[in-house]
């Protein structure tokens, strides 16, 4: 029965805020002022963040390619964290050096330029999580809410864990050690990644999350120059003349084609050329408790939409 599973994915509600709150008690007076500035700031955010959002809209239209690349920017700044907190903290801006974010440096220049007009009233932060949720929707998907108030990180997140999460007799699969995942993980070490505090997230807000691949596309060194092939560098990379969707023939329009494409790859039936996959793509049809959710999803979008909803607000938060 569809009924029952759409039922464990209802619409995200506001993630959030990345600022605790705190209670106190005050004089009626400041606490009326202090309450009318807050519901002010707060006011001036959500016009902010619509105004971007309505601008994301517009350059999606535009270069509809833009989509995927800016769901990957808010991903890579919203997992890359260690420690309990999680949720994007405009860290990124000083990791475009790291090899895992190459061709991460235009997407975030779009965010900033977008950004310019409302910057007094919306972070780094806030500005890349809705920017990816803003692409989502303009490329087809689910409308994504987004609490507001994050806060801007000073300084890069390091690219490795200061602890490893590990145990006796692992496979170096299963062992997760860096702050983005890998792509060569096990289900072991995909769970674990994504299950550790500042994500805290279940199997199908995992398998929801890696149907990001529907949006996107990712180098390949066809048409690369002998001197890239003997040598490939990071400007080869940036520079790379062909990119490949991951698994949708409209790597520009939000679908459920991800999950169809992993049980025909599963089953088998794929030609060559019709995907291509990563590892941690394909663990998701060989564990099953991925794979109940991947077949879910693969029956129902609306399903999938909802998920992955509330799943990206969550990774945000």
């Known amino acids: 029965m569809l009924l029952p599973l759409l039922l464990l994915c209802t619409p995200a509600s506001p993630a959030r805020t990345a600022a605790p709150r705190r209670s106190f008690v005050l004089g009626s007076s400041c606490g009326a002022l202090l309450a009318g500035a807050a519901g002010r700031r707060a006011a001036a955010r959500e016009r902010a ?4 959002r309505s601008s994301v809209a517009a350059a999606v239209a535009d270069d509809p390619a833009l989509a995927g690349t800016l769901l990957r920017l808010a991903f890579h700044d919203a997992t890359r964290r260690d ?3 999680g949720g994007a903290d405009g860290s990124i801006r000083f990791e475009l050096a790291d090899a895992e974010n190459v061709r991460l440096g235009p997407p975030l220049a779009r965010v ?4 310019r007009p409302v910057a007094a009233d919306l972070s780094v932060a806030d500005a890349v999580a809705v920017a990816g949720a803003a692409a989502v929707e303009a490329a087809g998907g689910p409308a994504i809410r987004i609490g507001l108030g ?3 990180a000073a300084k890069a997140t390091p690219p490795t864990l ?5 145990r006796p007799g692992d496979e170096s699969r299963d062992v997760v050690s860096a702050t983005m995942p890998q792509p060569g993980l096990s289900t072991v070490g995909v769970r674990r990644y994504f299950r550790r505090p500042g994500l805290a997230l279940s199997d199908q807000e995992i398998v929801a999350l890696m149907g990001a691949h529907t949006l996107g596309r990712h180098n390949s060194l066809l048409n690369m120059t002998k001197g890239c092939l003997r040598n490939l560098t990071r400007e080869c990379l940036e520079d790379a003349p062909v990119r490949l969707p991951f698994a949708n023939p409209d790597p520009d329009r939000f679908s459920s084609t991800y999950f169809r494409r992993l049980l025909e790859w599963d089953a088998r039936r794929l030609e060559r050329g019709d995907a291509n996959l990563i590892p941690t793509d394909v663990t998701l049809v060989l564990d099953p408790g991925f794979r109940r959710h991947v077949e879910a999803f693969a029956r129902s979008e609306p399903l999938f939409r909802a998920c992955f909803a509330r799943a990206y607000a969550k990774l945000v938060r």
């Open 49 to 52: 963040a619509s105004a971007l």
């Open 162 to 166: 200061r602890r490893k999460i590990e």
């Open 150 to 152: 994050r806060r801007d």
């Open 112 to 115: 900033l330029e977008l950004r």
């Open 83 to 85: 420690g309990a907190r």
